[in-house]
């Protein structure tokens, strides 16, 4: 069920994406999903490359609230699930993550990490919405790495 120090793999992702969903229909509740993309020069996902997403991921558990849920979607890809987090509140929270990973050190390649968010029930009142809308925004580009 989880990948590292409590951090989930897709399926447990969603599921509780959609526990978080139907609750926060339920009780009339609001929720932000926020994404994380690591995008590496070249096609291959190398082990070097392997090793900063799990950084990356790790850093992102550390700096969450231990009620936030977050889980790798995909090879390159990271998503947190903010319960009871506004449109305001969603605005500091990925503005601060984004903060901490610019100062962070990753190593001395290039490679970008693009963020964006999506607020229920605003942006998206169901999950295929959510995940749709959260892809394809990218909001925030962050070039990492520079010497």
């Known amino acids: 069920m989880f990948y590292g120090s409590l951090i989930c ?5 969603y599921r509780f994406l959609d526990l978080e969903i139907k609750r926060a229909r339920r009780y009339q509740n609001f929720f932000t999903v926020i994404r994380f993309e690591m995008l590496a020069e070249g096609k291959q996902w190398t082990q070097k490359q ?3 997403f799990k950084s990356l ?3 992102l558990r550390e700096e969450i609230r231990d009620a936030d849920v977050i889980g790798q979607t995909w090879d390159n890809e990271i998503m947190i699930i ?3 987090c506004d449109q305001s509140g969603a605005n500091v929270v990925q503005t601060r993550l984004n903060g901490v990973i610019k100062d962070f050190h990753f190593g001395n390649n290039d490679f970008k990490i693009n963020s964006d968010r999506v607020c229920f029930p605003g942006e998206g009142t169901d999950m295929p919405e959510i995940l749709k809308k959260v892809s394809a925004h990218n909001t ?3 070039l990492m790495g520079m010497n």
């Not at 793999?9 to 992702?13: P, V």
Request: overall charge negative.
């Open 140 to 142: 925030d580009s962050l």
């Open 50 to 52: 392997e090793k900063r």
């Open 9 to 13: 793999l897709r399926d447990d992702f």
């Open 57 to 59: 991921a790790n850093l």
């Open 82 to 84: 903010l319960p009871h």
